[in-house]
Nanobody, 122 residues
Framework: QVQLVESGGGLVQAGGSLRLSCAAS????????VAWFRRSPGKEREFAAA????????YYADSVKGRFTISRDNVKNMVYLQMNSLKPEDTAVYYC???????????????WGQGTQVTVSS
């Protein structure tokens, strides 16, 4: 079992930055793909960013490409999401996930955190 806990969410003005963190426990994340998904008000949860277990391949949704950066520290068992140039439409609950399936699909992940709220004001 892998337990994931997100932190770093909050309220930020449009154009600002936030860094989300995801702390893992129970097992090492080194052999898992990791990802960030988000759920905006009134919408389904959607993929945002993922990084393969080997850290050689990274995926981004078109909506965040060029603004968000996913990273991982397998020694600290941590995953991060650096979010720059934030927009009001980035307002969502952000979830950290770990798994070994399709890296850009929810069904590819077995383990999920509880989420952290990010609110971007205009």
């Amino acid at each position: 079992q892998v337990q994931l806990v997100e932190s770093g969410g909050g309220l930020v003005q449009a154009g600002g930055s936030l860094r989300l963190s995801c702390a893992a426990s129970g097992r090492t994340l080194a052999t898992y793909d990791v990802a960030w998904f988000r759920r905006s008000p009134g919408k389904e949860r959607e993929f945002a960013a993922a990084k393969r277990w080997s850290a050689t391949t990274t995926y981004y949704a078109d909506s965040v490409k060029g603004r968000f950066t996913i990273s991982r520290d397998n020694v600290k068992n941590m995953v991060y999401l650096q979010m720059n140039s934030l927009k009001p439409e980035d307002t969502a609950v952000y979830y950290c996930a770990a798994g070994r399936g399709n890296p850009v699909a929810e069904e590819g992940y077995n383990y999920w955190g509880q989420g952290t709220q990010v609110t971007v004001s205009s």
